[in-house]
């Protein structure tokens, strides 16, 4: 029997020979092309219907995540939402109050911190007073039905990512200190720092254990999204790799397969992700948005990292469809594209169905992807809406 599309993914993240070329159009809420055909356009972003009507294999990236959750004994929260929409959290403990203020970015759909709550060398006590007073439960029953219900809806076309905590060092540069200010107490209060990681790496490890025995898929991945223009060679030796490792390991003590995103610039450090055990990078993109192409990715990382490569955005974007076919043949050059190799394609808000069309064509025609279909509606080639978007 041949394998089916999630099974030949599947294969292509567990390091095996794949049957057929594997290819996915990322859909979500920042990338869906325009104008999708009615009864698509203005549904659910994530809806894989859209994945498939594209042309490509399934994959729902925003699975089980809300149903491991962290609560608190002691320590009270409070959250208010201004009227211009910036955000004030804050941490009521027994030693005083951490703050963070966020402000929204309409274009992302998020907010992003412009104070964060470690401000001086005390919070970091007020901080591991946080982390100790945390309590850390799985609702199984809900992350199973959860899971169940994306595994349905992917059904035998792809995959579901359950989505699983960030590394210590990232979650305290991006939601605690900033990056600034933890570079600076690395050497003027390294106990605090390395107590708040140790802290921070305990309760991850729990939250990874909690959420490979409930979850009913295959697939962990972590947002982590390191790149070298964040941190340095040796700060990823030191903090980020043995963390990813303790992840790796708990993924694969329950079977599960273990994802890191990172789309942004690799070079200097790629050669560590070897040394991880995690089992695929999603999202690698080659030059300019990336500094790493897909064949040099498949070169340095062997047979034990599987590169899911993403199609360079700003092209996809902002490229008329010629443009796009040669950039396509350009980011495949020297690639084997059945082992060890996912290609994603990105639309960024914005970019014509046309684009998106001329992928999934070319993809047929000269790398052999057996194309998707969507049932009900006409393939993208012969859609009227991919002549208007062009």
């Given at each position: 029997m041949p394998l089916t599309r999630r099974e030949n993914l599947l294969a292509l993240l567990a390091h095996q020979q794949a049957e057929h070329v594997s290819a996915v159009f990322v859909v979500d809420n920042f990338n869906r092309p325009h104008p999708l055909p009615l009864g698509l356009e203005g549904e659910d972003p994530l809806d894989p219907r859209i994945q498939r009507y594209l042309g490509g294999d399934v994959i729902d990236r925003l699975a089980v995540s809300e149903q491991v959750v962290r609560s608190f004994r002691t320590?009270?929260?409070?959250?208010?939402?201004?009227?211009?929409?910036?955000?004030?959290?804050?941490?009521?403990?027994?030693?005083?109050?951490?703050?963070?203020?966020?402000?929204?970015?309409?274009?992302?759909?998020?907010?992003?911190?412009?104070?964060?709550?470690?401000?001086?060398?005390?919070?970091?006590?007020?901080?591991?007073?946080?982390?100790?007073?945390?309590?850390?439960?799985?609702d199984v029953a809900a992350i199973q039905r959860e899971g169940r219900a994306h595994l349905a809806r992917t059904g035998e076309d792809g995959i579901t990512y359950s989505v699983g905590p960030s590394t210590p060092i990232m979650e305290l540069t991006r939601s605690w200190t900033g990056l600034e200010r933890f570079v600076y107490d690395l050497q003027d209060q390294p106990e605090r720092v390395a107590l708040a990681l140790k802290l921070m790496h305990q309760i991850n490890c729990r939250h990874y254990e909690l959420l490979c025995a409930s979850m009913p898929g295959r697939v962990v991945v972590n947002w982590d999204d390191v790149n070298n223009l964040y941190l340095s060679r040796r700060l990823l030796q030191e903090y980020w790799?043995?963390?990813?490792?303790?992840?790796?390991?708990?993924?694969?003590?329950?079977?599960?397969?273990?994802?890191?995103?990172t789309c942004g610039r690799l070079q200097g450090f790629i050669d560590l992700f070897a040394e991880t055990g995690l089992d695929a990078i999603d999202w690698l993109t080659p030059p300019p948005t990336g500094d790493v192409t897909f064949a040099e990715a498949q070169g340095i990382l062997g047979a034990g990292v599987a590169v899911m490569g993403a199609a360079e955005p700003g092209a996809m974007r902002f490229g008329s469809p010629d443009a796009v076919e040669q950039s396509l043949h350009g980011w495949l050059?020297?690639?084997?594209?059945k082992r060890n190799f996912c290609l994603l394609i990105p639309c960024p808000l914005g970019t014509p169905l046309a684009n998106a069309a001329r992928v999934a064509r070319v993809l047929e025609r000269d790398y052999g992807l057996e194309l998707n279909r969507e049932p009900g509606f006409p393939a993208i080639w012969e859609d009227p809406h991919t002549q208007q978007a062009g």
């Amino acid at each position: 029997m041949p394998l089916t599309r999630r099974e030949n993914l599947l294969a292509l993240l567990a390091h095996q020979q794949a049957e057929h070329v594997s290819a996915v159009f990322v859909v979500d809420n920042f990338n869906r092309p325009h104008p999708l055909p009615l009864g698509l356009e203005g549904e659910d972003p994530l809806d894989p219907r859209i994945q498939r009507y594209l042309g490509g294999d399934v994959i729902d990236r925003l699975a089980v995540s809300e149903q491991v959750v962290r609560s608190f004994r002691t320590v009270v929260l409070g959250s208010q939402t201004l009227p211009d929409g910036r955000v004030l959290q804050t941490w009521e403990t027994p030693l005083g109050a951490l703050y963070r203020r966020a402000v929204p970015s309409g274009e992302a759909q998020t907010t992003f911190t412009v104070e964060f709550p470690v401000k001086r060398a005390e919070d970091y006590d007020r901080l591991c007073l946080i982390l100790r007073d945390a309590e850390i439960k799985a609702d199984v029953a809900a992350i199973q039905r959860e899971g169940r219900a994306h595994l349905a809806r992917t059904g035998e076309d792809g995959i579901t990512y359950s989505v699983g905590p960030s590394t210590p060092i990232m979650e305290l540069t991006r939601s605690w200190t900033g990056l600034e200010r933890f570079v600076y107490d690395l050497q003027d209060q390294p106990e605090r720092v390395a107590l708040a990681l140790k802290l921070m790496h305990q309760i991850n490890c729990r939250h990874y254990e909690l959420l490979c025995a409930s979850m009913p898929g295959r697939v962990v991945v972590n947002w982590d999204d390191v790149n070298n223009l964040y941190l340095s060679r040796r700060l990823l030796q030191e903090y980020w790799v043995p963390t990813i490792r303790d992840y790796a390991a708990i993924c694969h003590r329950y079977g599960k397969l273990f994802v890191m995103h990172t789309c942004g610039r690799l070079q200097g450090f790629i050669d560590l992700f070897a040394e991880t055990g995690l089992d695929a990078i999603d999202w690698l993109t080659p030059p300019p948005t990336g500094d790493v192409t897909f064949a040099e990715a498949q070169g340095i990382l062997g047979a034990g990292v599987a590169v899911m490569g993403a199609a360079e955005p700003g092209a996809m974007r902002f490229g008329s469809p010629d443009a796009v076919e040669q950039s396509l043949h350009g980011w495949l050059a020297g690639v084997d594209l059945k082992r060890n190799f996912c290609l994603l394609i990105p639309c960024p808000l914005g970019t014509p169905l046309a684009n998106a069309a001329r992928v999934a064509r070319v993809l047929e025609r000269d790398y052999g992807l057996e194309l998707n279909r969507e049932p009900g509606f006409p393939a993208i080639w012969e859609d009227p809406h991919t002549q208007q978007a062009g």
